[in-house]
Nanobody, 127 residues
């Protein structure tokens, strides 16, 4: 079983930066690919970024590519650094873990590939 807790959300002006953190518990966490998703009002939850179990492969949605960096460490933490934030980045951001294919070198970008989810952290970007 994996539990995920996000933090680091908040309010920021356009052009600013935020780093979101995800604390994971569970002894097999380090074998799972991890992802960040977001859910904006009136829209479906969408993939933002993902990283493989080893941290060797990263994948980003086009909407954040070049502005965001996902990372993970050996202390069961996953991060996403978001720069040059835009009002359209406003959403609840969720951390997710994919246990179906441990040790994979492929990052999944679909919701159905992730089976553990955090409660989310709100990011608000004002213009």
């Amino acid at each position: 079983q994996v539990q995920l807790v996000e933090s680091g959300g908040g309010w920021v002006q356009a052009g600013g930066s935020l780093r979101l953190s995800c604390a994971a518990s569970g002894r097999t966490f380090n074998t799972y690919a991890m992802g960040w998703f977001r859910h904006a009002p009136g829209k479906e939850r969408e993939f933002v970024a993902g990283i493989t179990w080893s941290g060797g492969v990263e994948y980003y949605a086009d909407s954040v590519k070049g502005r965001s960096t996902i990372s993970r460490d050996n202390a069961n933490m996953v991060y996403i650094q978001m720069n040059s934030l835009k009002p359209e980045d406003t959403a609840v951001y969720y951390c997710a873990a994919s246990s179906s294919k441990p040790f994979t070198f492929v990052v999944a970008a679909t919701r159905s590939s992730y089976d553990y989810w955090g409660q989310g952290t709100q990011v608000t970007v004002s213009s």
